[in-house]
């Protein structure tokens, strides 16, 4: 693959959809970011749509989202085609500064840098790794400071990039935490380099970005992530919107949901609620191929079964820290194997007049419980829906003499969610 061109950060490039396209993003996405949704709407049909390639990123992986859960071929073809336009874009560019790499093996047996310098140069480097696993590259070191003379060596560093140095010489930049690892490197070249009091200043310099750096990290983490007394995951402020959807059944048995962060466990919940399930069987998330799980239920019928612990897992610790979506599994009732894919939709703003948990729309009634399955379920349908099957009766009766597949109320729904399930292990206390 050819090297991608270089471009600004935040600089736009042209989008060129047709009239139809701009007509299929806007009315039949069912999610789509209100920004890029103005853009689209307020660009002439005749002029391309100016994104960054931040923005198309998140474009695209809204209408691949949309293409995937698509069943009208026809649309999830014109989806196709749109989102190969966004890619092709983002194959082509690139607005990330070239990668300063510090190859410090080879610099330790070559002698060109010193133990300092691969200290520091060991310890931006793991800034960047942390940085990257809480997903905060990209975002603000707070309370940076640099005193003009500190700007003005940063400045003459042969390997500070051009963009950084335009940002130095003007008071009040603001850098990420990415931009400020990045001159910690530069620094770690160029300690080696110059008479004894250019290497102290630098040493200092070093010393000063690094300071700030960790304390910047480590704010970031308990962000992140703040743990209680007793070692289990407090909730943040979040709202966060899910899409909850039946895996092998057609048409799809949806629902969106609003919650507050929560556990694992609590959101295992409100899916059951949401549903329409009862709670009566076991359950799992399976996240980037990681399972979790309440170990009081899944140790006590499988010995060997390993899995993080989804009643102190909170949703903020796993969903992303942006609005792109990410999806994972969540498996209901091990026999029957009921799968959903749990989609995140992004945060949207609280409303203070609601009260969370919500279900804001959804499809199609929750199958019975014990049915068999997906293959079950469409043999029960079939079933209830010819009086001369010879299960209809028996089937019916099962069900309580009726079942309407069709019937879904949200409102009903969310008065589910608002109301739980019951504790089941207050009640095992009480027994």
């Not at 935490?177 to 160029?190: G, Q």
């Not at 945060?347 to 609601?354: I, N, V």
Request: net charge negative; proline share 5%; charged share 30%.
């Amino acid at each position: 693959m050819p090297a991608r061109i270089q471009i600004r950060p935040g600089e736009k490039l042209p989008l060129k959809l047709t009239a139809a396209e701009r007509t299929l993003v806007l009315e039949g996405l069912t999610c789509l970011d209100q920004e890029i949704e103005q853009v689209v709407k307020d660009t002439p049909t005749n002029e391309p749509v100016m994104l960054s390639l931040d923005d198309l990123d998140d474009f695209g992986g809204y209408v691949a989202a949309e293409a995937n859960h698509c069943e009208n071929k026809p649309k999830a073809k014109k989806l196709d085609a749109i989102f190969e336009k966004i890619q092709a874009l983002l194959d082509k560019f690139t607005d990330e500064e070239p990668p300063q790499i510090v190859k410090i093996e080879d610099a330790r047996k070559d002698k060109l840098l010193s133990d300092q310098a691969v200290q520091i140069a060991e310890f931006a480097a793991q800034v960047l790794v942390a940085a990257g696993q809480l997903g905060v590259k990209k975002k603000e070191l707070e309370y940076f400071t640099l005193a003009p003379a500190q700007r003005e060596v940063l400045s003459l560093v042969p390997s500070v990039t051009k963009a950084l140095k335009k940002k130095l010489v003007t008071e009040g930049t603001t850098f990420s935490i990415e931009e400020v690892a990045s001159m910690t490197l530069a620094l770690a070249e160029e300690l080696n380099d110059g008479d004894a009091r250019k290497q102290v200043a630098v040493m200092y310099l070093a010393k000063h970005l690094m300071d700030q750096l960790q304390c910047g990290i480590t704010a970031q983490a308990k962000r992140k992530l703040t743990k209680n007394s007793k070692g289990k995951s407090e909730a943040t402020d979040a709202l966060y919107q899910l899409k909850i959807t039946l895996l092998g059944v057609t048409p799809s048995i949806w629902r969106r949901i609003q919650v507050r962060d929560c556990t694992l466990d609590k959101l295992h919940e409100h899916i059951q609620t949401a549903m329409g399930w009862t709670n009566s069987h076991l359950h799992q998330f399976e996240i980037k191929g990681q399972r979790y799980g309440d170990p009081e239920l899944l140790e006590d019928g499988f010995e060997d079964f390993e899995c993080v612990d989804s009643t102190t897992t909170m949703l903020s610790e796993i969903l992303p820290t942006t609005s792109k979506r990410f999806a994972f599994k969540y498996e209901y009732d091990f026999g029957d194997g009921w799968e959903h894919e749990v989609m995140f939709e992004g945060g949207p703003p609280l409303d203070p007049k609601a009260k969370y948990p919500l279900c804001v729309e959804g499809e199609l009634a929750c199958p019975p419980e014990d049915c068999g399955g997906v293959w079950g379920y469409g043999d029960f349908l079939e079933a209830i829906r010819n009086p001369k099957h010879e299960e209809h009766e028996s089937m019916l009766e099962w069900v309580g003499g009726s079942f309407d597949p069709e019937k879904f109320d949200p409102a009903h729904a969310t008065k589910e969610m608002k109301q739980g399930l019951p504790d089941w292990r207050a009640m095992d206390d009480d027994l």
